[in-house]
């Protein structure tokens, strides 16, 4: 017993307690923030029924991330092609028997869950890039060398991209640069991949539908359609421009209180926080996330096999660029585009997703010795 109680004690002192912290710090922000953008669109007993769906959730998701740290993240990299026929299978049911809201046909019923694949296939497509990745490190010299990789991950970004899902799409792209990068392609090569999608911009422009051409305009000018697509952006800026310095105040936000702002407790959540708890409950929340960001990067940087450091970046990319889209539509510097904020946003499959990914981390960087857990 003395030996195994050493044991642990010497895993528990592996773990990464700051990284953990901010990941919960944000979760605990959520379920604050959710709690007060909810509570007046649901009468009677039921007015808190989102924050504690979310709590449930988080509570399981945080149980199922534990246990994963029992396992050795390494073993991950044998399934990668099970896990890409997975997701294949999983994005063309959504085509196939997903059901539509706001316009989009994302989502799979299961009973009384609502599952949204695309979600999963993020951190699915990272575990599979880093598995093919991981031999092609430093042999990215050509374009010839990266179009197998394109082609990769291609195919589940259009099947993305037909749900419509603009948003994800673009999350898949970030996750692949952030990964080739690591894997060492060239720059020139890199250079020459920004020239062309810049130049197809015009053709790019020609199979976008009419409501994402309508985004964009809207994110150039929210005037051009205030009561349509401009509406969203415009109640947001004013409700994080009214929160000024320290808010409003919990449940005292009149946009988010009002039901002004659309989507209050899963896209545009970064707009409650800005109204109700001002630029500095803003500022503490961002503050939380480069937390995990810099951690990511460190894990990335100080993993103990090449495999591990492809997925710390992918998964650090993937939550970069969440933050940096969200944030920046809802403050009106970037178009919506439908992307939740990790760990704040509600929704399961988000979540899921989320806390997955911050449990991998914490494996990548419990194992950097290759330290023998919980035995």
Known sequence: MAILSAERKRALRRIDFVLLF???????????VISSATHVNTPG????????????????NVIIAIL???????????????????????????????????????????GPISLQPSEFSKLIMIICLASILENRVGQLNSLSDLLPIAAYIGVPFLLVLKQ???????????????????????????FGLCIAGIASLPLLWQFLKDYQKMRIM????????????????????????????????????TQSQLNFLPENHTDFIFAV?????????????????????????????DASDTFGRLLAVGITSMLAFH?????????????????????????????????????????????????QLFS
């Open 68 to 110: 994963f740290l029992n396992f050795d993240y390494r073993g991950l990299a044998q399934y990668g092609k099970q896990l890409y026929i997975i997701n294949l299978i999983m994005l063309a049911a959504v085509m196939l028997f997903g059901h539509a809201a706001l316009g989009a046909q994302r989502w799979i019923q299961i």
């Open 273 to 301: 926080v800005g109204e109700e708890l001002g630029f500095v409950g803003a500022v503490v929340l961002l503050l939380l996330y480069l937390i995990i960001f810099w951690r990511g990067f460190q894990i990335a940087k």
């Open 164 to 190: 419509p899902d603009l948003g994800t799409s673009l999350v898949f792209m970030a996750i692949f640069f952030g990964m080739v990068i690591i894997a060492g392609i060239r720059w020139k090569i890199l």
């Open 218 to 253: 809207v994110f150039l000018d929210p005037n051009v359609d205030p009561l349509g697509s401009g509406y969203h952006i415009i109640q947001s800026k004013i409700a994080i421009g009214s929160g000024l310095l320290f808010g409003k105040g919990l449940f005292e936000g």
């Open 323 to 371: 933050v940096l889209v969200n944030v920046g539509m809802t403050t009106g510097i970037m178009p919506v585009t439908g992307i939740p904020l990790p760990l704040m946003s509600y929704g399961v499959s988000a979540l899921t997703t989320d806390i997955l990914a911050i449990s991998i981390l914490m494996n990548i960087y419990m194992r950097k010795q290759k330290l």
């Open 45 to 60: 007993e039921e007015r808190y029924w989102f924050v504690q769906r979310q709590g449930i959730f988080a509570l399981l």
């Open 22 to 32: 901010a990941a919960i710090g944000i979760i605990i922000y959520s379920l604050i």
